[in-house]
T-cell receptor, first 115, second 116 residues
Framework: AQKITQTQPGMFVQEKEAVTLDCTYDTSDPSYGLFWYKQPSSGEMIFLIYQGSYDQQNATEGRYSLNFQKARKSANLVISASQLGDSAMYFCAWTYGGSQGNLIFGKGTKLSVKP | EAGVAQSPRYKIIEKRQSVAFWCNPISGHATLYWYQQILGQGPKLLIQFQNNGVVDDSQLPKDRFSAERLKGVDSTLKIQPAKLEDSAVYLC??????????????FGPGTRLTVL
């Protein structure tokens, strides 16, 4: 079965340090997209970054970068220089060629940034 | 540009009652999604519309849930009758994507439903 896994229920990081949130996926489909979303306590899902399966370079968006290791089927999110406002739930999600754009989400990782 | 609007933000009902949620997507977005997010889990797709047609409703409990998207713009999601396990946040999202392409989905603030 095609699935996506986030193994870290919760993570702590010191303010201004970098943190890596893990995400692995399992698919035999060659064409897929990987997303990371942030969900603060207010509840809204905020798009952070996207990586396509055929993209040659790792995606970056400001302080967010995606460590894409295709052979290992992992798509870890790296947040550099953590800020207090980064405290939130983080969800990895993917969509594959047969899903017509539907996102399939992992269970999420709760990140807490300590001052 | 206005984001995805949802109402109400919160709803508390008794089991076996009915409830409806409303979503207004970003102007021009052809694709609209309804997700259910149970506490402690990631969102799960309930139904996807492309304009006013249903693309995927395979995970929609059709015995109690229904959804429509009249004129390809606003959408309503209804639960009738509600069960305790329907307590969740219902998220609406929209995107410009057509079938098979990968585009960012923009989410609304969600409706938090509590069934007592």
């Amino acid at each position: 079965a095609q699935k996506i896994t986030q193994t870290q229920p919760g993570m702590f990081v010191q303010e201004k340090e970098a943190v890596t949130l893990d995400c692995t996926y399992d698919t035999s489909d060659p064409s897929y997209g990987l997303f990371w979303y942030k969900q603060p306590s207010s509840g809204e899902m905020i798009f952070l970054i996207y990586q396509g399966s055929y993209d040659q370079q790792n995606a970056t968006e400001g302080r967010y970068s995606l460590n894409f290791q295709k052979a290992r089927k992992s798509a870890n999110l790296v947040i550099s220089a953590s800020q207090l406002g980064d405290s939130a739930m983080y969800f990895c999600a993917w969509t594959y060629g047969g899903s017509q754009g539907n996102l399939i989400f992992g269970k999420g990782t709760k990140l807490s940034v300590k001052p | 540009e206005a984001g995805v609007a949802q109402s109400p933000r919160y709803k508390i009902i008794e089991k076996r009652q009915s409830v409806a949620f409303w979503c207004n997507p970003i102007s021009g977005h052809a694709t609209l999604y309804w997700y259910q997010q149970i506490l402690g889990q990631g969102p799960k797709l309930l139904i996807q519309f492309q304009n006013n047609g249903v693309v995927d409703d395979s995970q929609l409990p059709k015995d109690r849930f229904s959804a429509e998207r009249l004129k390809g713009v606003d959408s309503t999601l209804k639960i009738q009758p509600a069960k305790l396990e329907d307590s969740a946040v219902y998220l609406c999202a929209s995107s410009t994507s057509t079938s098979g392409s990968y585009n960012e989905q923009f989410f609304g603030p969600g409706t938090r439903l509590t069934v007592l």
